[in-house]
């Protein structure tokens, strides 16, 4: 039998409990044998990630997962120095895991923007999709869409329940630019890892409008 692998995309910046929640629910739900955090390199819809920022987004990431056997990071995007694509990444995850099926974890904003990326057609064939709700998606519109998906691109995409906490990477930074506690937020080993290193005080360079995850 192929081992199932739950690939978990984002900027992470930084990683919150949400983001934990989200793919622990996933790896339970459908049996994963590990999941995957592929922290974004540069994201052709967010083009404001500098070194620094990658550096610190990376640790986070480390911070949050350790103690959890079944999670781990694939850094291929975050290396990268040039734009990076999801789909070049799947292309080089199954290079890696040959004999392995996959995973993509997302909320349903995804499922109404995935036409939107590069290699869609492609990207929605060769991997299965774990999608959750989200606030301002209701149950029947996120059905309608994946029968979409389906019937044009022959998408294989499973709903996930979960907990749902709408918790936001953006809302996390404002707290702490405005001097809020984000206690319970994120795992206290980042909430720690933020404070040594002063992050989130100042707009720049981890201001980012455009993210909501």
């Known amino acids: 039998m192929k081992k199932k692998i739950g690939l978990l995309g984002g900027t992470f910046n930084p990683i ?11 790896r339970d739900q459908y049996e994963l044998d590990k ?7 540069n994201n052709p ?8 920022t990658r550096k610190h987004r990376l640790k986070m990431v480390e911070l949050a997962i350790n103690g959890n056997d079944y999670f781990e990071i694939l850094t291929h995007e975050i290396d990268q120095n040039g ?21 993509f974890i997302a909320g349903a904003d995804l499922m109404f923007e995935i036409t939107l990326w590069k290699g869609a057609s492609e990207l929605l064939k060769s991997v299965k999709f774990i999608t959750t709700f989200r606030p301002g ?6 059905d309608m869409r994946i029968k979409e998906l389906q019937e044009i691109y022959g998408a294989s995409i499973y709903k996930l ?18 001097g809020y506690s984000i206690r319970y937020l994120l795992p206290d080993s980042v909430a720690a890892y933020i404070h040594t290193h002063g992050l989130y005080l100042s707009e720049l360079p981890f201001e980012d409008e455009n993210e909501s995850d």
């Open 83 to 103: 734009i990076t694509y999801t789909i070049d990444t799947i292309n080089i995850i199954k290079e890696i895991y040959p004999d392995c099926d996959f995973y």
């Open 16 to 26: 919150h409990t949400g983001h934990l929640l989200l793919a622990e629910s996933a």
């Open 137 to 142: 998606y209701s149950h029947e519109r996120l």
């Open 161 to 178: 329940y979960a907990t749902e906490m709408d918790i936001a990477s953006s809302d996390i930074r404002a707290r702490i630019k405005n």
């Open 35 to 41: 999941v995957l955090f592929i922290p974004t390199g």
């Open 45 to 52: 819809f967010k083009l404001s990630q500098d070194e620094i």
